[in-house]
C-alpha cells in the first residue's frame, strides 16, 4: 500500500529537516513552516521515496530520514512515476514536476552521496489542492492527462 513514512518542515537550512506529525499543505505554496514555503509554485513539495535512502545504504552510506531535504518521504519509488502524475493524499493533490537536483549539502553526510543519489534524490511537485497530511496516510497515484515520457533535470 502507498504510504507516508515521514513529514519533514523547517524555516532553516540545515539538514537532516525536522520531522512533523502532519503537515498543511497550501495551493501553490508548499508545506507551511518550510523554507521553500510560497517560493516557487513547482517545486514547493519534495517528494522523496524511500528508495533514495536504500540506494545510500547499499553505498555504505546510512541516513536519518529528513535528511534528503524532503518534504514527504513515501513507501514506494516517485522515479518510477511519469511526468505529471498526480499523488492524491486524504484531500490534497499534489502533481509531480520534475527531478531535483542534489546540491552540495548532502555532501556534509558524505562526500559520495551526491553522486549516488544524481537523479534519484526525489521530486518536485506543485500543490493542485491543499489540506493536511499526516504520517502513515494512503496514498492514491494517479496517471498523468500527458504523454508518459522521462523526467527531465
Known amino acids: 500500500m502507498n504510504?507516508?513514512?515521514?513529514?519533514?518542515?523547517?524555516?532553516?537550512?540545515?539538514?537532516?529537516k525536522p520531522a512533523v506529525a502532519k503537515a498543511h499543505l497550501v495551493e501553490g505554496m508548499g508545506v507551511e513552516g518550510d523554507r521553500h514555503f510560497g517560493k516557487h509554485p513547482d517545486r514547493a513539495v519534495l517528494v522523496v521515496g524511500r528508495s533514495a535512502y536504500e540506494l545510500a545504504a547499499r553505498a555504505g552510506i546510512e541516513l536519518p530520514w529528513g535528511a534528503l531535504g524532503e518534504n514527504l518521504l513515501i513507501d514506494f519509488d516517485p522515479h518510477?512515476?511519469?511526468p505529471?502524475?498526480?499523488?492524491?493524499?486524504?484531500a490534497v493533490l499534489l502533481e509531480l514536476t520534475s527531478v531535483c537536483t542534489v546540491c552540495s549539502s548532502l555532501s556534509a553526510f558524505d562526500l559520495r552521496l551526491p553522486k549516488v543519489l544524481l537523479g534519484k534524490r526525489g521530486l518536485y511537485a506543485r500543490v493542485l489542492r491543499?489540506?493536511?497530511?499526516?504520517?502513515?496516510?494512503?496514498?492514491?497515484v494517479q496517471s498523468p492527462r500527458s504523454t508518459p515520457g522521462a523526467f527531465f533535470e
Open 84 to 90: 505529471g502524475s498526480r499523488l492524491q493524499i486524504g
Open 130 to 140: 491543499g489540506g493536511v497530511v499526516e504520517v502513515g496516510d494512503r496514498i492514491e
Open 3 to 16: 504510504t507516508v513514512l515521514s513529514l519533514h518542515a523547517g524555516p532553516g537550512t540545515s539538514l537532516p
Open 80 to 82: 518510477e512515476l511519469d
